[in-house]
């Protein structure tokens, strides 16, 4: 059997023993010893075996991403492509989002003791996300954060932005170098990143049994009764996302990657499943480069170079959902935002998905900045806390396949090798 099989019924089986256990005892004290004990730490293991990846990987793809392109003037040219890219899907998958609250107001029908009672409930896990975060110095000093002051300490503390730049700026230096200076170098690099190859198919080997204790952990103590209130807002959502996929990025697979978009959709499967039960861009980055290279046939240095970028910063479904939940607060506490004020969500919605890490609940933080700065109340985000978590494994799945969807458009704007068309899933 095929690994994506496996993991497709890892993750059917997690969800209905999850949901099932959730139903018949979901407040039993062996419920939470199960998780406690053995689905948590197993799920936690299969998360943290990808994410341990992670900075090596991104360090040994991009150099020779950066490499491999050329020089300064390529990787600029790329680097134009690419964010634009970004910025106009991110911006697209905003202004769809809002169109569908307007259209619909699921938060119009929020009874106010409803609001409050959800309110009061999560408003203390608002507060602890909120001060946990780095939101409040979201602004100019991120700009200068972008260069680390030691790039040891920025990977040690998981900053990717800095990582990122610093593993840029290493491979134009390298690509400054004569070929016969450089090559040595190369070649450690290119054998660290078939190493961490490996490493990442021997976790994706674990993935089907991550899976399954991954999401029955979601799913088990998931307060499925919270659909009641907030169900119609969750499908406005989720039907964005899926709308987000099957018009805007089956257009730009179409007509701007020039490849069948179920070709892509069926190469991509291991990077969409691992994408939606860990809700984690970057930990879903190895298997993404994997599926780059292997199914949609994507030179190496494209695949390093576009994919922990949008990791990083192309946040497609977060920016939908970002834009969507704010304008459901404003619903529910019966504020109008104007136009201009909406104009000024999607330019915030899109700045934040750019700013939000690529962690389980990165956005929320943010989220609550933004509620704030258009004159909302920003406990009023606690509202939707409840159902954030199956929210977050949407969008971290749109996430991702957007990041792969670039970096095949970006593959033919370019001029690099076109992906091949036939999978090899
Ligand atoms: N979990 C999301 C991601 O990793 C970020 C978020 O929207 O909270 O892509």
């Known amino acids: ?10 993750l059917i089986a997690g969800a209905a023993a999850g949901v099932g256990v959730n139903l018949l005892a979901g407040e039993a004290a062996w419920v939470a010893a199960v998780n406690h004990y053995l689905f948590g730490p197993a799920g936690q293991i299969f998360l943290r075996l990808l994410i341990m990846v992670v900075i090596p990987l991104v360090f040994a793809t991009l150099v020779l991403g950066v490499a491999g392109l050329g020089g300064l003037r390529e990787v600029g040219r790329l680097g134009v492509w690419t964010l634009g890219y970004f910025v106009g899907t991110t911006t697209l998958a905003v202004a769809l989002g809002l169109s569908l609250m307007n259209l619909i107001e699921p938060g119009a029908g929020l009874p106010a003791d409803t609001a409050r009672e959800l ?16 939101a409040d110095r979201f602004g100019i000093q991120t700009i200068v954060e972008i260069v680390p002051r030691n790039p040891v300490q920025a990977a040690a503390e998981m900053q990717m932005l800095g990582v990122i730049f610093f593993s840029l700026m290493f491979g134009v230096g390298l690509s400054m170098l004569s070929r016969e200076r450089a090559a040595p170098m190369l070649r450690v690099l290119e054998a660290l990143a078939e190493v961490i190859t490996k490493l990442i198919e021997l976790a994706m080997r674990l993935a089907p049994y991550g899976v399954f204790a991954l999401i029955f952990v979601v ?3 998931f307060g499925w009764s919270l659909l009641g209130h907030l169900g119609l807002f969750v499908a406005v959502v989720v ?10 990025l089956n257009l730009a697979l179409r007509f701007g990657a020039g490849v069948s978009p179920f070709w892509f959709w069926k190469g991509i499967r291991p990077a969409a499943i691992t994408a939606f039960s860990t809700s984690s861009s970057n930990a879903t980055l190895p298997t993404s480069i994997l599926v780059a290279e292997r ?11 576009v994919l922990p970028l949008g990791a990083t910063l192309n946040m497609n479904g977060t920016a939908l959902f970002e834009g969507a939940a704010v304008l459901f607060v404003a619903q529910v506490f019966g504020i109008e935002l104007s136009l201009t004020q909406q104009l000024v969500v999607v330019v915030l919605s ?14 929320i933080p943010l989220l609550m900045v933004m509620a704030v700065s258009v004159g909302l109340p920003g406990e009023g985000i606690a509202i939707i806390l ?3 978590r199956l929210l977050d494994m949407c969008r971290t799945t749109v996430n991702v396949c957007g990041d792969l969807t670039a970096a095949c ?4 704007l370019d001029g690099l090798r076109q992906p091949r068309r036939e999978s090899a899933a």
Not at 1 to 10: A, P, Q, S
Not at 239 to 245: A, K, S
Request: glycine content about 14%.
């Open 386 to 388: 409840g159902v954030d």
């Open 409 to 412: 458009v970006v593959a033919r």
């Open 295 to 305: 199914n949609l046939g994507l030179p190496r240095e494209l695949a390093g170079f």
């Open 219 to 221: 799913t088990s103590r």
């Open 119 to 134: 309110v009061e409930t999560y408003a203390e896990d608002a507060s602890r996300r909120l001060e946990a975060s780095a």
């Open 1 to 10: 059997m095929r690994l994506h099989t496996k993991i497709l019924i890892g």
């Open 239 to 248: 039907g964005g996302l899926l709308l987000h996929c099957l018009v805007t």
């Open 350 to 363: 899109v700045l934040t998905a750019i700013g939000t890490a690529g962690v389980p609940g990165g956005s």
